[in-house]
């Protein structure tokens, strides 16, 4: 694809785990990047003529013959190139430097000191600064031309630049958070040193992508799974953009959504030039999970069911592209990029063995959730929908311990929808809150009689990544207003508990 007239910014990726965070700090700054394997030839890098070249990190060393090497041609062009830990080592070794075994490898954060401040880079940056190191082997002899920047207590040549030629390299990671200031110094390559204008937003990635996707889709039909959550909504506002009346969005609704949710859904994408279908699926799912109390065989059967109804729905499009929401977090808890996988419920590994579909349509997976969120907004999508808190894939059916019946998701639906109610109405924000049912029943007293109702627990958390979590420290007067108006409005509700344990070592969800 021709890019269009925006300045862009290549990393050039050499194996490193940090290639997309490279590229997304780089947007950050207002300028377009793209990730482009290290091996692209040189003659493809001219044609694109980017205004700056990053050469990312990567877990080898430049004396092994199988590692990605590159050629002084990369160095030649007179585009500014910044190399990144290996990317340090590969401009050092191409160019006739020495690169060396440490005597003592640097894993975790180090003090550096940046020897020159007035550096083009290091800019405005304090001379000492904890920098993100993780190397083996290091630069111990700089190729003719170059100056050191910077060093550390086990690194002598922590950075360094031939100004001339507006080559620059840092050991350490600045694309990282816990390096101090690391944007900072992206920042300042690109603008001190590359002349960046910062050309770059969300309305030119709705452009490229729009054009990406017009492109690969052509005038043959999309399908996508529409969930309502974040990313599949999101995913559908881009596809309708670029591709309006092309687009069929399927909800398969499983009948464990939330109180209302279903119709939320459908509505925030009611008058699109889009085909929503929603498959009224609760009979088939609800009949599936009889009996069933194992929360594991609980996903696994919604999970196995969801792709059942997907695929009897799908197979009407025969000779149409699949469109999946996929982010670029969902590619790397998956192990695409690591070879670790974490998760393995999100399809990140390409179309599924024997489909009909004649190819993937992911426009967002090069995104992080906050940038995802913004597209949304720029698209125009319902605020309420962009800012949605994470919902699990299976939904209630983990909330609802034991065997789910239609009775019990119900009973959960309305303490649910109270809870929520109750802490928008105190304008209290947490990253997650939900009800859970608890599969209990104890003894209270209402009116004259005594009841043998069920045990509702309420969960709030404070969270950024969802890996870890402490509980919220809800305020008592809205405690007790939800308290109250569970037991009063929700029949076969006569106690409700709040959970008050982090994660480690509960988790979140309840099952
Ligand atoms: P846990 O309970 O593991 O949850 O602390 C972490 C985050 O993941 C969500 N979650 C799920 N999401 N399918 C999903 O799509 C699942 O089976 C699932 N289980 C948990 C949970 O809501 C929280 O945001």
Same mark, same amino acid.
């Given at each position: 694809m021709k890019e269009n007239s925006n300045q862009t910014v290549i990393v050039l990726d050499f194996g490193g785990q940090y290639k997309e965070l490279i590229a997304r700090r780089v947007r950050e700054c207002k300028v377009h990047s793209r990730i482009l394997s290290g091996n692209t030839p040189i003659e493809t890098l001219k044609e694109i003529a980017p205004i700056g070249i990053i050469l990312t990190g990567g877990p080898h060393s430049v004396y092994e013959a199988t590692s990605p090497h590159t050629t002084k041609e990369l160095f030649e062009m007179g585009i500014p190139v910044l190399g990144i830990c290996y990317g340090m080592q590969l401009m050092a070794y191409t160019l006739g430097g020495e690169v060396k075994s440490c005597a003592v490898s640097e894993y975790g954060t180090v003090c550096a000191t940046y020897d020159d401040p007035n550096c083009a880079i290091f800019d405005g940056l304090d001379s000492n600064a904890i920098t993100l190191m993780s190397h083996t082997d290091y630069v111990a002899g700089m190729p003719e031309g170059f100056r050191s920047l910077a060093h550390t207590a086990d690194c002598p040549i922590a950075a360094m630049c031939d100004d001339k030629r507006k080559l620059y390299a840092v050991q350490f990671h600045p694309e990282v958070e816990r390096t101090k200031d690391g944007t900072r110094l992206l920042n300042n390559f690109l603008y001190n040193v590359c002349g960046a204008k910062g050309d770059y937003n969300m309305d030119d990635f709705i452009r490229r992508e729009t054009a990406r996707i017009r492109e690969q889709v052509g005038d043959k039909q999309v399908v996508l799974g529409l969930s309502g959550g974040v990313d599949s909504s999101v995913c559908a506002a881009i596809l309708e953009k670029a591709i309006p009346n092309q687009l069929t969005c399927i909800f398969v609704?499983?009948? *464990? *959504?939330?109180?209302?949710e279903g119709d939320e859904i459908q509505q925030a994408f009611a008058g699109k030039s889009l085909n929503f279908v929603r498959v009224d699926a609760e009979d088939r799912f609800l009949k599936k999970l009889e009996g069933v109390e194992d929360p594991e065989r609980k996903r696994k059967i919604i999970g196995e069911e969801f792709v059942r109804v997907f695929e009897s729905e799908s197979a009407k499009y025969e000779g149409a592209f699949l469109a999946q929401g996929t982010i670029y977090p969902d590619v790397v808890e998956s192990g695409l990029t690591t070879g670790a996988v974490i998760k393995s419920h999100h399809n990140v590994g390409g179309l599924p063995k024997d489909t009909k579909f004649i190819g993937l349509v992911e426009p967002l997976r090069s995104l992080f959730k906050d940038e995802v969120r913004e597209l949304g907004r720029k698209l125009g999508l319902d605020e309420k929908l962009v800012s949605r808190q994470p919902f699990p894939g299976p939904g209630l059916a983990v909330r609802c311990i034991g065997e789910i019946t239609k009775q019990k998701l119900d009973i959960l639906r309305n303490v649910d929808y109270i809870f929520r109610e109750e802490l928008e109405k105190a304008n209290l924000k947490y990253d997650q809150y939900f009800a859970v049912l608890t599969n209990m029943r104890t003894v209270g007293v209402m009116g004259d009689g005594r009841t043998y109702n069920y045990v509702v627990g309420l969960r709030a958390v404070v969270t950024s990544d969802f890996m870890t979590c402490e509980y919220a420290h809800i305020p008592y007067e809205t405690l007790d207003a939800t308290s109250s108006r569970i037991v009063n409005e929700v029949k076969g509700v006569s106690r409700v508990v709040y959970d008050i344990t982090g994660k480690p070592p509960a988790t979140i969800e309840w099952e």
């Amino acid at each position: 694809m021709k890019e269009n007239s925006n300045q862009t910014v290549i990393v050039l990726d050499f194996g490193g785990q940090y290639k997309e965070l490279i590229a997304r700090r780089v947007r950050e700054c207002k300028v377009h990047s793209r990730i482009l394997s290290g091996n692209t030839p040189i003659e493809t890098l001219k044609e694109i003529a980017p205004i700056g070249i990053i050469l990312t990190g990567g877990p080898h060393s430049v004396y092994e013959a199988t590692s990605p090497h590159t050629t002084k041609e990369l160095f030649e062009m007179g585009i500014p190139v910044l190399g990144i830990c290996y990317g340090m080592q590969l401009m050092a070794y191409t160019l006739g430097g020495e690169v060396k075994s440490c005597a003592v490898s640097e894993y975790g954060t180090v003090c550096a000191t940046y020897d020159d401040p007035n550096c083009a880079i290091f800019d405005g940056l304090d001379s000492n600064a904890i920098t993100l190191m993780s190397h083996t082997d290091y630069v111990a002899g700089m190729p003719e031309g170059f100056r050191s920047l910077a060093h550390t207590a086990d690194c002598p040549i922590a950075a360094m630049c031939d100004d001339k030629r507006k080559l620059y390299a840092v050991q350490f990671h600045p694309e990282v958070e816990r390096t101090k200031d690391g944007t900072r110094l992206l920042n300042n390559f690109l603008y001190n040193v590359c002349g960046a204008k910062g050309d770059y937003n969300m309305d030119d990635f709705i452009r490229r992508e729009t054009a990406r996707i017009r492109e690969q889709v052509g005038d043959k039909q999309v399908v996508l799974g529409l969930s309502g959550g974040v990313d599949s909504s999101v995913c559908a506002a881009i596809l309708e953009k670029a591709i309006p009346n092309q687009l069929t969005c399927i909800f398969v609704d499983h009948g *464990m *959504m939330r109180k209302n949710e279903g119709d939320e859904i459908q509505q925030a994408f009611a008058g699109k030039s889009l085909n929503f279908v929603r498959v009224d699926a609760e009979d088939r799912f609800l009949k599936k999970l009889e009996g069933v109390e194992d929360p594991e065989r609980k996903r696994k059967i919604i999970g196995e069911e969801f792709v059942r109804v997907f695929e009897s729905e799908s197979a009407k499009y025969e000779g149409a592209f699949l469109a999946q929401g996929t982010i670029y977090p969902d590619v790397v808890e998956s192990g695409l990029t690591t070879g670790a996988v974490i998760k393995s419920h999100h399809n990140v590994g390409g179309l599924p063995k024997d489909t009909k579909f004649i190819g993937l349509v992911e426009p967002l997976r090069s995104l992080f959730k906050d940038e995802v969120r913004e597209l949304g907004r720029k698209l125009g999508l319902d605020e309420k929908l962009v800012s949605r808190q994470p919902f699990p894939g299976p939904g209630l059916a983990v909330r609802c311990i034991g065997e789910i019946t239609k009775q019990k998701l119900d009973i959960l639906r309305n303490v649910d929808y109270i809870f929520r109610e109750e802490l928008e109405k105190a304008n209290l924000k947490y990253d997650q809150y939900f009800a859970v049912l608890t599969n209990m029943r104890t003894v209270g007293v209402m009116g004259d009689g005594r009841t043998y109702n069920y045990v509702v627990g309420l969960r709030a958390v404070v969270t950024s990544d969802f890996m870890t979590c402490e509980y919220a420290h809800i305020p008592y007067e809205t405690l007790d207003a939800t308290s109250s108006r569970i037991v009063n409005e929700v029949k076969g509700v006569s106690r409700v508990v709040y959970d008050i344990t982090g994660k480690p070592p509960a988790t979140i969800e309840w099952e």
